[in-house]
T-cell receptor
């Protein structure tokens, strides 16, 4: 069975600090996909990134970067120079190969103070 | 491009009443999902359709919940009779194909309060 663990329930930082959100997953499949979603205070869920199990190359998009390490079953998300607008709940999710659905972690609430 | 559209955005009703939540997926998307989000349980998948056919309804809590997808552009989630413990945010999401590699795109959710 697939499982996603986000051990950090809540993180508070001051603007311009770097912050890393941890995600650890469990799966028996060799083919799987990892996702990050953002849920701002307004409540909608916004897709951020997808990674497949065959691609361990890290990705950077502006202030966001993702570190995928199969050896530790982790897919961590780093925000560089955080801003108040980054305040949100961030969800890591996993789907296994084929026609699987998403399994979400419990989410990490990030609060960025000015 | 229009995203996933859910209605209503908010619903407050009394225990025992029937509640119907509506969803219009992104045009061309073949898979549709209903989720429930609560503080205690997080995001839970309720039911998943592909090409209008229910594929997995193992997350539907009990017989009071039912979901339909009469066509590719519309789905409903119904609760009858509603109970206070059904209070939650209900999300609908759609995905381009059945493939697990595709991201799901979510609507803004319906915040349901049962008094």
């Amino acid at each position: 069975a697939q499982k996603v663990t986000q051990a950090q329930t809540e993180i508070s930082v001051v603007e311009k600090e770097d912050v890393t959100l941890d995600c650890v997953y469990e799966t028996r499949d060799t083919t799987y996909y990892l996702f990050w979603y953002k849920q701002p205070p307004s409540g909608e869920l916004v897709f951020l990134i997808r990674r497949n199990s065959f691609d361990e190359q890290n990705e950077i998009s502006g202030r966001y970067s993702w570190n995928f390490q199969k050896s530790t079953s982790s897919f961590n998300f780093t925000i560089t120079a955080s801003q108040v607008v980054d305040s949100a709940v961030y969800f890591c999710a996993l789907s296994e190969g084929g026609y699987s659905t998403l399994t979400f972690g419990k989410g990490t609430m990030l609060l960025v103070s000015p | 491009d229009a995203g996933v559209i859910q209605s209503p955005r908010h619903e407050v009703t009394e225990m025992g009443q029937e509640v119907t939540l509506r969803c219009k997926p992104i045009s061309g998307h073949n898979s549709l999902f209903w989720y429930r989000q609560t503080m205690m349980r997080g995001l839970e998948l309720l039911i998943y359709f592909n090409n209008n056919v229910p594929i997995d309804d193992s997350g539907m809590p009990e017989d009071r919940f039912s979901a339909k997808m009469p066509n590719a552009s519309f789905s409903t989630l119904k609760i009858q009779p509603s109970e206070p413990r059904d209070s939650a945010v209900y999300f609908c999401a759609s995905r381009p194909t059945q493939g697990a590699n595709q991201p799901q795109h979510f609507g803004d959710g319906t915040r349901l309060s049962i008094l």
